[in-house]
Structures are given as structure tokens and as C-alpha cells.
């Protein structure tokens, strides 16, 4: 008897172990089911189209389900020095989908050198994409012609440049097209926009390719992707589209709400972007804080940056922000060292790119984490 329950007992011992074991393996299983659940529920799955994007009345669906973009810009193929920004842009797709807890990166491209583009532009492109797919991030080709020719509005150049970029990457529902970066019409300079302004931002005119026609270009190839149309102003508000919003499917109107006079208060981000996303899909396209001599400055930013963000949480607006160079969102070139509002240290409107720069890096980046 006394070797039957030393028997028994090495059995119970045994059968404990096998069920440590056991569930050990369903608690594997069951993270990695919710693992998976969450990159699908981010849009996190890379390579190809492996899943559906999409808007309803007022938000950008990932299939079916509710989805908000949130990210970094880039910008080194919108410069004529883009061979030297290369490195530099593929570490910070790098670190946006490490670090930085992003879902999508805005890749910046001047039309007029992918039109006619200079020995390895196209490759440089090409890789950059590849890059933060493999990478799991959607991504957001921008026609931006801001370091180059400085035009005001689209073009014809824009309308090659999108034939090109739609039926190249039709196939992929993660890649997103932003038509034309901060439009700069005459007549909306930073005041109350008019209607004649909208009436050449929807359907063109004074030598400006209409925003409907760069729509119907990209559609006539790509059919599905997600397009981006940025409001008046330099993309600083999107009041009075009401009467001209473009026709089509999967389209997100998008604003960058830098602060000044036209965009410091939730009253002005209310008729300028807040009110009008509960009748359209909206997106801050781009925006940041931080310490410039340029306008975009606000002393009272360490109260207003976490109001703001507050304010596009509680409307489910996305952001995708401006971006990870020396002064802006980082401190010196470190990628992983955000800038913060530092507590006693007065937040000065003085251009800096040390390690004591101030802003919003790390206020973005607590966001991303949350969401």
C-alpha cells in the first residue's frame, strides 16, 4: 500500500505538470488570437491588401469596423536633396512603427521629380513604401511641391503624377492618396474662406486643376483606395466645403490645424474642422507644436497641446504628425526622445533643435501608445 501511494502520488505530480503545460498553451494561443486582434483592428497587417478600408458618413472604416489613422510625415523625397535624406527618412519609418506606436506614415513626393525623375528617385520611392509596409504601417503619398516649384494649387504635373502613383498602387488598400499638400489659393489666405475659393479648390480654374478632376483620375485606376482632399488656407480649415464636397467613394477630408489665429481654441476648431466631422470623414493631415520664430508657435502650448488632443480623441479624429527632425518632435537626432513641455522652464517662441527643445513629441506619442 505505502508503494501504491508513492505510485499514485508520482501520477498526481505528473498530471500537474501536464496541466501547467496545458494551460500554458491555451494562454499562448489566446494572446496571440489577441495579438492578432489588434494589429487587424489597427491595420497593422502588412504586405499586400489584407483587408478592406473604406468611409462611412463620418469615419474611415478598416473592414467594417471603426479605424483612426495616427502617424508621422516624412518628407526627404519632396526635397531636391532626397539621395541624402534616404537613410534618415527609412529610420524614421523605422521608428514610427517601433517607438512611436504609429499605425501609418504620410510619405511627402514632389511630383515634378517623379514625373520626370532623376537616376534612382523612383527606386528610393519605391523602397521608402516597401519599407513601411514590411514594416505593418499604411501609408500616405502626398503630392507636395513645397521644396520644389512652390505652386499653389494642382496641376497638370499632378494630374500625371496621380495616373502614375493610382495605377501603381491600386492593389493596395493601405496605401492612401493625399492629393495636393496645403492648398494656397489667393483668395484664401488665412481669413474666412469664400465660396468662389471652394468653387476652384472642387472644380478648378485660374490655370488650377480642380480637386474633382484629380479625384476622377485616381478613381479611373485605383477604384478602392482611400483618398485625402486638404482644405483652404494651407489645409487650415475646412469651412464652408458644405456645398462642395467632391463626388465619389472613400474620401477623407483632411486639415492641418497648426496653431495661430485661425486654429487656437476649441471655438475655432469647431468651424474650422470639429463640427463639419460629424458629417464627413475628417483627418488632422498633419500638425504639430514646437519652438519656431515662424507662426505656428503659441506660448500657452503645454495647456493647449493636451486640450487639443483631447478634442480630436473625443471627436474620433485622427492625427498624423509634423515631424521627426532636430526641434520638432524629437530632441537633438535621437528618434526615441521626444520633446516635452518641461515643468518650471518657460516654453519660448525661439527656433532650437538641441536637446533642450520643447513641444508636443511626447504628449503624440502618449496618445499613440493609448490608442
Known amino acids: 500500500m505505502r508503494a501504491e501511494r508513492k505510485k499514485g502520488q508520482r501520477s498526481r505530480g505528473f498530471s500537474l505538470i501536464e496541466a501547467v503545460l496545458v494551460f500554458a498553451v491555451i494562454g499562448l494561443i489566446v494572446f ?3 495579438y492578432a486582434y489588434r494589429l487587424h483592428s489597427k ?3 502588412a504586405g499586400g491588401s489584407a483587408g478592406s478600408f473604406s468611409t462611412n458618413k463620418t469615419s474611415i472604416l478598416y473592414n467594417n469596423n471603426p479605424f483612426v489613422p495616427y502617424g508621422v510625415t516624412i518628407y526627404g523625397l519632396a526635397d531636391t536633396k532626397w539621395q541624402a535624406n534616404l537613410a534618415s527618412d527609412l529610420a524614421q519609418i523605422k521608428a514610427i512603427a517601433g517607438y512611436w506606436h504609429g499605425n501609418t506614415v504620410r510619405i511627402q513626393v514632389a511630383p515634378d521629380l517623379y514625373n520626370s525623375p532623376p537616376n534612382g528617385y523612383l527606386a528610393a520611392f519605391n523602397q521608402e513604401v516597401s519599407t513601411a509596409r514590411s514594416a505593418g504601417l499604411n501609408v500616405i503619398i502626398s503630392a507636395q511641391y513645397e521644396r520644389t516649384q512652390k505652386i499653389a494649387g494642382p496641376n497638370d504635373t499632378t494630374l500625371s503624377f496621380w495616373k502614375s502613383v493610382a495605377l501603381s498602387y491600386a492593389h493596395d488598400q493601405h496605401i492612401w492618396f493625399d492629393l495636393f499638400n496645403e492648398p494656397r489659393y489667393t483668395c484664401s489666405a488665412d481669413v474666412e474662406p469664400q465660396a468662389g475659393c471652394w468653387q476652384i479648390w472642387r472644380n478648378g480654374g485660374s490655370s488650377y486643376v480642380g480637386m474633382q478632376t484629380l479625384v476622377d483620375t485616381v478613381r479611373s485606376s485605383a477604384p478602392d483606395n482611400l483618398i485625402l482632399a486638404e482644405g483652404l488656407a494651407g489645409g487650415k480649415t475646412l469651412n464652408g466645403i458644405n456645398d462642395f464636397l467632391l463626388s ?9 490645424p497648426y496653431f495661430n489665429s485661425m486654429n487656437d481654441s476649441p471655438s475655432l476648431w469647431d468651424s474650422n474642422f470639429g463640427t463639419i466631422s460629424s458629417q464627413i470623414p475628417v483627418l488632422v493631415g498633419e500638425w504639430g507644436e514646437y519652438q519656431t520664430n515662424r507662426g505656428s508657435c503659441v506660448f500657452n502650448a503645454p495647456t493647449l497641446v493636451p486640450t487639443f488632443l483631447s478634442y480630436l480623441v473625443s471627436h474620433h479624429i485622427g492625427l498624423i504628425a509634423w515631424t521627426l527632425q532636430p526641434g520638432n518632435m524629437i530632441r ?10 518641461d515643468p518650471g522652464v518657460a516654453y519660448k517662441c525661439v527656433a532650437t533643435s ?11 506619442r502618449s496618445l499613440f501608445v493609448a490608442h
Open 248 to 256: 465619389g467613394t472613400n474620401i477623407v477630408y483632411s486639415v492641418h
Open 32 to 34: 496571440a488570437g489577441w
Open 43 to 45: 491595420g497593422l497587417l
Open 354 to 364: 538641441g536637446i533642450d527643445a520643447q513641444g508636443a513629441g511626447a504628449d503624440i
Open 332 to 341: 537633438g537626432t535621437n528618434l526615441e526622445d521626444p520633446t516635452a513641455f
